[in-house]
T-cell receptor, first 112, second 113 residues
């Protein structure tokens, strides 16, 4: 079935550096992609999203890039802070009311 | 701002017992989703409801059932619990025709012993 997967299970970065988390997806019908942040013992928290008709979207310190040609999604975090330490999931959905399909998470550790 | 409320936050049950998890969506949200997250795993979709009707079904065991009530809150009923049912159960809600974004609750941690 369709799935979303991540290239790296863990990532350690120095505080202040930029972080890049990558993700591959397989369902070309997906129209909407989301990055979630999950801290220990908490529910997934929406970070940023992107529609399939876009290739880049920026938020506050975060940027999501979408490459539909190779079915690749990435999350860039600028000036990574200790509070960014968490597990990050990329996810996809086909329609506005469809279930979210999560990929395996990447654990981001920020070294002070 | 109001968020998704789940209760209880923690639940300990023995094998073969039953459990009921509750979810209260954000006011005016009309769609509720249930996800199960095993230890170290990504959340897996179980079931969803739109306007009190089941709208989609995922990998939900036959031992589980769910419904959405007239006030839009939802309950996930789990029977004949197994050790493998130990997981975090998340509820998410959305306003279906307005936004893709699903807002997740804090989850219920179910431990089956």
């Amino acid at each position: 079935g369709e799935s979303v997967g991540l290239h790296l299970p863990t990532l350690s970065v120095q505080e202040g550096d930029n972080s890049i988390i990558n993700c591959a997806y397989s369902n070309s019908a997906s129209d909407y992609f989301i990055w979630y942040k999950q801290e220990s013992g908490k529910g997934p928290q929406f970070i940023i999203d992107i529609r399939s008709n876009m290739d880049k979207r920026q938020g506050q310190r975060v940027t999501v890039l979408l490459n539909k040609t190779v079915k690749h999604l990435s999350l860039q975090i600028a000036a990574t802070q200790p509070g960014d330490s968490a597990v990050y999931f990329c996810a996809e959905t086909v329609t506005s009311y469809d279930k979210v399909i999560f990929g395996p998470g990447t654990s981001l550790s920020v070294i002070p | 701002a109001a968020g998704v409320i789940q209760s209880p936050r923690h639940l300990i049950k023995e094998k073969r017992e039953t459990a009921t998890l509750k979810c209260y969506p954000i006011p005016r949200h009309d769609t509720v989703y249930w996800y199960q997250q095993g230890p170290g795993q990504d959340p897996q979709f179980l079931i969803s409801f739109y306007e009190k009707m089941q709208s989609d079904k995922g990998s939900i065991p036959d031992r589980f059932s769910a419904q959405q009530f007239s006030d839009y809150h939802s309950e996930l009923n789990m029977s004949s619990l197994e050790l493998g049912d130990s997981a975090l159960y998340f509820c998410a809600s959305s306003f279906r025709d307005y936004s893709y974004e699903q807002y997740f609750g804090p989850g219920t941690r179910l431990t089956v012993t």
